[in-house]
């Protein structure tokens, strides 16, 4: 069974939730990255999500954006993430995600990425550019592999969609809080907590929640309605200060604010 | 209403495929949308009243049909084959592009929507958007990139005279993929009330479709054109590629007529080195880029490459998907003219025929007159002049004193 199926029937036993960030892999280099995993899942994240740096990720605002421009332009590949990542997961105790183009999954090979993210010990990927229309032959190579293919749904999906991707998707349903691209967000849609709460109604399956989310009052409003909260852009935007800051400085900053979410998710 | 060809009318399927090719790589985000279109545009295509103000339209306001012209003295040059001009530079603002953007600003009206957004390479999309826009009293944003904004001034200053914003893009290469990024970008949380009219047959299902549907006027006069002046069919029909929009609609109406060899030409920049050009067709391999499965130019990471040409049009490390499917079909051949012999025809075609040709249009000039010269005076060439080269002129200044 995939490892984030078992997370969260453990989560749910116990009546919590959990907290994923979301880091991209290279930024600034692949040792860094290494490090920023073992610190976050340290201070008690229960998964983590890995962004593989795309040249021209339409899904992505700014800061994550300069994040894949800055591990691009360090010439950062595949292979060095995949070995990193290899080197992490087997030490951290919570199951890592990659969120990866479908453009690198193909050009990779399909069942060589999924063979390979297997050997390096991941536990899913979200391929934000595979709508579930698209999805379908993926899906099934990735239940042949044990991993998880977590499928998207937002707040443009019409609902009779939505039920379908819910059941195409596999380790949890990603609901993204807005119609637009990731980045931080002082407000999020007034709607969001009543659309989630129908869709918890539509599926067993776990919900976690990203886009926008970056502050301790988004967790208290979300974590009752739904399994997890994902959190990138505010990661990011902190470990982008790594360029004027030491390393371990910019390390324990994230782990603090982590930290700071955490502690406003319900004990 | 225009005529359906006689085969591959059925492409792309249901699912927006071009055999491999073509299909849907957005995020969900853009899904409903994409549907909403597919819709909009299959009822709009069936409707008269829609298809009768689209034709009033290229008649009265773009000037439609534009001429077939018989270039005798860059004929006399090549000494061979007769090279004939279907002219889209003079359609209102000066290419193709107009055919497209209006038939889109309409469907843009039908689904209730009053803003646009669009991207631009050499300018000749965002000001024939803007113009539709204008015409139809849309709010209109176009994005582009900052280093086309620099060689192609003369058409930022007309998409601002027509009442367009024009927004830079300072992301990556600052060319028209970069462009088509932003403009994603927007349409990712603008999408409930704004448009994205696409400029090429690039993109998501159902854009190369729609793009080509709309465009096809050209292949369509030009068969009609070619029977009255030429007595048949062409020997020979070539245009440039580099989404493949103006190729698209001329070869469209010609791929049933399998007599007629038909041949695009992509931007051979300055060799075929990568990096150095910008012909996926020529030089790379297929893979997912902006929406859709095609040829493409990526490194083994599946990271777009940067690609270069002289022309801003044709700048673009991607190409639409049906181009793919007629090249892997062979209904198609494609090639490679470099930037050196683009700039050549560019001036042959000024000083024997009194025409300045957009600098993307002199790719295709380039090898009409490469062919011409090899085969008879009988055979006939028709070569998509897909816009006029006023915006291209200050920017060859600059390369010659350079």
Same mark, same amino acid.
């Given at each position: ?160 969609r939505a039920v379908r991707i819910a059941a195409a998707s596999s380790g949890f349903l990603y609901y993204v809080s807005v119609a637009g691209i990731t980045g931080e967000r ?82 | 209403?225009? *005529? ?13 495929? =071009? ?38 339209? $290229? =008649? ?31 359609? %209102? ?91 994603? $970008? ?18 998501? %299902?159902? =854009?190369?479709?729609?793009? $080509? ?69 020529? &030089? ?10 095609? &040829? ?7 990271? *777009? ?17 049906? %181009? ?10 494609? *090639? ?67």
């Amino acid at each position: 069974m995939p490892a984030i199926d078992d997370l969260f029937r453990d989560l749910r036993a116990k009546q919590r939730k959990a907290l994923m960030p979301f880091v991209t892999a290279g930024d600034p280099n692949p040792e860094f990255t290494e490090r920023l995993i073992g610190e976050v899942v340290g201070r008690g994240a229960s998964l983590c999500e890995i962004g593989i740096p795309y040249s021209d990720p339409i899904a992505d605002g700014p800061v994550i954006q300069a994040s894949y421009v800055r591990a691009l332009g360090a010439g950062v590949r595949l292979n060095e993430i995949l070995a990193m990542l290899g080197r992490v997961a087997p030490k951290v105790a919570a199951p890592l995600v990659t969120m990866v183009s479908y453009a690198i999954v193909y050009r990779h090979g399909v069942q060589k990425y999924l063979d390979e993210a297997r050997q390096a010990g991941l536990a899913g990927l979200i391929v934000p550019d595979l709508p579930v229309d698209e999805a379908a032959r993926l899906a099934e190579q990735c239940r042949a592999a044990d991993l998880s293919l977590v499928q998207l749904v937002t707040p443009t999906t019409p609902r009779e969609r939505a039920v379908r991707i819910a059941a195409a998707s596999s380790g949890f349903l990603y609901y993204v809080s807005v119609a637009g691209i990731t980045g931080e967000r002082t407000e999020l849609p007034a709607d969001l907590v009543d659309n989630v709460a129908w869709l918890r109604e539509q599926t067993e399956l776990p919900i976690c929640i990203g886009f926008g989310i970056s502050r301790p009052e988004h967790v208290r409003l979300l974590s009752p309605v739904a399994d997890g909260l994902i959190v990138g852009s505010a990661i990011v935007r902190r470990v982008a200060e790594a360029a004027e800051k030491p390393a371990d400085q910019v390390i324990a900053e994230v782990g603090d604010y982590v930290a700071s979410l955490l502690a406003a998710l319900p004990a | 209403m225009p *005529t359906e060809p006689k085969t591959a009318a059925s492409l792309p399927d249901a699912e927006g495929r =071009f055999g491999a090719f073509g299909g849907r790589y957005v995020p969900e985000t853009l899904v409903r949308a994409l549907d909403e279109l597919a819709i909009a545009y299959d009822e709009a295509r069936r409707d008269e009243a829609f298809q009768k103000e689209l034709a009033e339209l $290229r =008649f009265n306001y773009v000037g439609r049909p534009s001429p077939l012209y018989h270039a005798r003295r860059l004929s006399e040059h090549c000494g061979g084959a007769q090279i004939w001009l279907k002219r889209e530079d003079l359609n %209102h603002t000066g290419s193709h592009k107009i055919n497209n953007t209006l038939g889109q600003a309409l469907l843009t009206m039908r689904m209730g929507k009053r803003r646009v957004i669009a991207e631009t390479g050499a300018g000749q999309h965002g000001v024939a958007t803007a113009t539709a826009c204008a015409r139809f009293g849309l709010e209109c944003v176009v994005y582009m990139g900052a280093e086309d904004i620099r060689r192609q001034a003369p058409n930022v200053f007309s998409m601002k005279l027509l009442g367009a914003e024009v927004r830079h893009v300072d992301t990556g290469s600052k060319t028209l993929r970069d462009a088509i990024n932003d403009a994603m $970008r927007d349409w990712m949380s603008s999408v409930e009330s704004t448009h994205y009219i696409l400029g090429s047959v690039v993109g998501p %299902h159902p =854009f190369p479709r729609i793009v $080509r549907d709309f465009q096809s006027v050209i292949g369509q006069e030009a068969i009609e054109q070619s029977q009255q002046r030429i007595g048949r069919l062409p020997d020979l029909v070539v245009a440039c590629v580099g989404g493949g929009s103006n190729a698209a609609g001329m070869f469209y109406p010609f791929v049933a007529e399998t007599d007629v060899p038909l041949v695009g030409v992509e931007a051979g920049g300055r060799g075929p080195t990568p990096g150095d050009h910008a012909s996926p067709l020529s &030089y790379g391999s297929p893979g997912v880029l902006h929406g859709s499965f095609s &040829y493409v130019m990526q490194n083994d990471d599946g990271q *777009t490459d940067d690609v270069h040409s002289i022309s801003a049009g044709l700048d673009y490390p991607g190409v639409g998907p049906e %181009h793919s499917y007629w090249k892997d079909s062979g209904r198609v051949t494609y *090639t490679a003219c470099e930037d050196g012999a683009a700039l050549a025809a560019f001036d042959m075609l000024a000083k024997t025929e009194g025409i300045l040709p957009a600098l993307e249009s002199s790719h295709a000039v380039a090898k009409a007159m490469e062919l011409a010269a090899e085969r008879p005076q009988s055979e006939a060439i028709v070569v998509c002049l897909s816009g006029r080269g006023d915006k291209d002129a200050a920017e060859i200044a600059r390369l010659r004193e350079g």
